[in-house]
């Protein structure tokens, strides 16, 4: 069986970009295929990490990401258990298996790092991949150790993964959900992604179509120290990360109110009223007294 747990996006317009860090002069040449674990002598786990049992695919994709960030840096494979994933799952929900969006998980990744393989890891920043700049995926494949992505699931993409085919469009599949996994690696036909304990790949037309989000992770800023020779701009990047992490997030939008919709609740309202019905229809912007009380 299995489980999703991608809540909808949350967008915050201080989100950074990836498109304004990289330095076009000094990109490498886009490899056709790119495949992260193709760098390392030993076999990276791609482990279900609970998502046959709980929503928690936000904290899988991080754990497959994490195996990658420290494969890179300690050439060796770490050993993240079921529960640690488990865990910060949980801590992020306050308890219940409600899913999770994929930024608040990031900014908490960001800030506070997480437990996996009884050591703390965290990463140093984030910014977001426009999805349908396809090199930005592939750069960050080829720089960054993979991508930490999510989508919308019709449910012809559950029905290819049991048969083990490529996720293609299937026109009329309804969307069963959301879901979080991370891209390990690319090539003509698709992005290849890992998700419920496999790699899996998709064509370009089904990352276009159905992938909603989709960040790049950066470990360790250290190893991006010559502005010369480098194709991320430090500097810049941590000059915006400061600006970002001083300033206040922004308010989310509320639905502007629809004048003909409050009308016609109005004049229902005179109806109610006349037959001595109970209760009041409201369009969108509810009595000021039930705001109060909700702030109280």
């Given at each position: 069986?299995?489980?999703?747990?991608?809540?909808?996006?949350?967008?915050?317009?201080?989100?950074?970009?990836?498109?304004?860090?990289?330095?076009?002069?000094?990109?490498?040449?886009?490899?056709?295929?790119?495949?992260?674990?193709?760098?390392?002598?030993f076999?990276?786990?791609?482990?279900?990490?609970?998502?046959?049992?709980?929503?928690?695919?936000?904290?899988?994709?991080?754990?497959?990401?994490?195996?990658?960030?420290?494969?890179?840096?300690?050439?060796?494979?770490?050993?993240?258990?079921?529960?640690?994933?488990?865990?910060e799952y949980?801590?992020?929900?306050?308890?219940?298996?409600?899913?999770?969006?994929?930024?608040?998980?990031?900014?908490?990744?960001?800030?506070?790092?997480?437990?996996?393989?009884?050591?703390?890891?965290?990463?140093?920043?984030?910014?977001?991949?426009?999805?349908?700049?396809?090199?930005?995926?592939?750069?960050?494949?080829?720089?960054?150790?993979?991508?930490?992505?999510?989508?919308?699931?019709?449910?012809?993409?559950?029905?290819?993964?049991?048969?083990?085919?490529t996720?293609?469009?299937?026109?009329?599949s309804?969307?069963?959900?959301?879901?979080?996994?991370?891209?390990?690696?690319?090539?003509?036909?698709?992005?290849?992604?890992?998700?419920?304990?496999k790699?899996?790949?998709?064509?370009?037309?089904?990352?276009?179509?159905?992938?909603?989000?989709?960040?790049?992770?950066?470990?360790?800023?250290?190893?991006?120290?010559?502005?010369?020779?480098?194709?991320?701009?430090?500097?810049?990047?941590?000059?915006?990360?400061?600006?970002?992490?001083?300033?206040?997030?922004?308010?989310?939008p509320?639905?502007?109110?629809?004048?003909?919709?409050?009308?016609?609740?109005?004049?229902?309202?005179?109806?109610?009223?006349?037959?001595?019905?109970?209760?009041?229809?409201?369009?969108?912007?509810?009595?000021?007294?039930?705001?109060?009380?909700?702030?109280?």
């Amino acid at each position: 069986m299995y489980k999703l747990g991608k809540l909808p996006k949350r967008i915050d317009k201080r989100t950074l970009q990836l498109k304004k860090f990289l330095v076009k002069k000094n990109l490498p040449p886009l490899p056709i295929t790119c495949d992260v674990d193709s760098s390392y002598p030993f076999l990276v786990n791609n482990h279900m990490y609970a998502n046959d049992r709980y929503g928690d695919c936000v904290i899988a994709g991080r754990a497959h990401q994490t195996l990658r960030f420290e494969a890179f840096e300690e050439n060796k494979q770490i050993e993240i258990t079921d529960q640690e994933v488990m865990d910060e799952y949980f801590s992020e929900t306050g308890g219940f298996d409600t899913g999770l969006d994929m930024l608040t998980s990031l900014n908490l990744w960001r800030r506070n790092g997480w437990t996996a393989a009884s050591k703390h890891y965290d990463v140093h920043v984030y910014a977001e991949i426009d999805k349908l700049a396809h090199d930005e995926l592939k750069y960050s494949v080829l720089l960054f150790n993979g991508a930490y992505t999510g989508f919308l699931v019709p449910q012809s993409a559950i029905d290819q993964f049991e048969r083990g085919q490529t996720w293609t469009v299937v026109s009329g599949s309804p969307v069963v959900g959301g879901h979080c996994v991370y891209i390990k690696g690319y090539n003509e036909i698709g992005p290849v992604c890992v998700t419920w304990g496999k790699n899996q790949q998709m064509t370009w037309e089904f990352w276009d179509i159905y992938f909603d989000e989709a960040y790049a992770v950066i470990d360790n800023i250290n190893e991006w120290c010559d502005p010369a020779t480098d194709p991320l701009d430090v500097a810049l990047l941590e000059q915006q990360l400061s600006e970002v992490t001083t300033s206040p997030p922004n308010p989310e939008p509320s639905p502007s109110p629809c004048k003909f919709g409050r009308g016609v609740a109005r004049v229902l309202n005179v109806f109610l009223w006349m037959f001595k019905r109970k209760g009041r229809l409201y369009y969108m912007d509810p009595p000021k007294k039930k705001q109060n009380e909700k702030k109280q």
